[in-house]
């Protein structure tokens, strides 16, 4: 089974622009999660969602907004892109809601700089 | 509110020898605690959790974790390091102040083992 599998790999955006971010889940999992992981720290909750509902919102400004669509994929749009939105986008799948029931799976990050 | 700490940011042990690899914690209420591993370019890969009961956990790859509660620690072990080892660890733990899957992770301690 495929893993999951993020895009763009890499991007360059400049100050002011907007991006998005893609995810697929691993096939079954009905839940996304998107973490930021900038560069020597660990990664930081972004949002999450499960069957298609947010259920949770990490600490970041209304610039970042998210949504999954009915086949459970998922997009990060990120407006108004400041220099300190530099670093690894994570996404993260997992088939039930809680992590102590189902450990989250990453996929291998979409890197994100801004000039 | 909840927290990790890894106090290292670097380990170095040699090939064969034990590792430890240090987690403190603090959360109100029982803590679900994970460690994960992130490998060069990569996602984070799950290692082992504690949601309740042994002290002791196991986790793939001859990883193992020792919970303390007095201590409000979860260190990381392995009796016998091996050079692919060497990554880059996370420790962390449910946030429950948030609904659903979010972790709050540690900064990550780097490990590196020589052969």
């Known amino acids: 089974d495929a893993g999951v599998t993020q895009s763009p790999t890499h991007l360059i955006k400049t100050r002011g622009q907007q991006v998005t971010l893609r995810c697929s889940p691993i096939?079954?999992?009905?839940?996304v999660s998107w973490y930021q992981q900038v560069l020597g720290q660990g990664p930081q909750f972004i949002f999450q969602y499960y069957e298609k509902e947010e259920r949770g919102r990490g600490n970041f400004p209304d610039r970042f907004s998210a949504r999954q669509f009915p086949n459970y994929s998922s997009e990060l749009n990120v407006n108004a892109l400041l220099l300190g939105d530099s670093a690894l986008y994570l996404c993260?799948?997992?088939?039930?809601?809680?992590?102590?029931?189902?450990?989250?799976?990453f996929g291998n990050g979409t890197r994100l700089t801004v000039t | 509110a909840q927290s990790v700490a890894q106090p290292e940011d670097q380990v170095n042990v040699a090939e064969g020898n034990p590792l430890t690899v240090k987690c403190t914690y603090s959360?109100?209420?029982?803590?679900?605690l994970f460690w994960y591993v992130q490998y060069p370019n990569r996602g984070l890969q799950f290692l082992l959790k504690?949601?309740?009961?042994?002290?002791l956990v196991k986790g793939s790859y001859g990883f193992e974790a020792e919970f303390n509660k007095s201590q409000t620690s979860f260190h990381l072990k392995k009796p016998s390091a091996l050079v692919s080892d060497s990554a880059l660890y996370f420790c962390a733990v449910r946030d429950v102040d948030q609904a659903g899957t979010a972790l709050i992770f540690g900064k990550g301690t780097t490990l590196s083992v020589s052969s």
């Open positions: 993260a799948s997992s088939p039930l809601v809680n992590p102590e029931n189902s450990p989250l799976h």
């Open positions: 504690y949601i309740t009961g042994d002290n």
């Open positions: 096939s079954g999992h009905k839940s």
């Open positions: 959360v109100s209420g029982n803590p679900y």
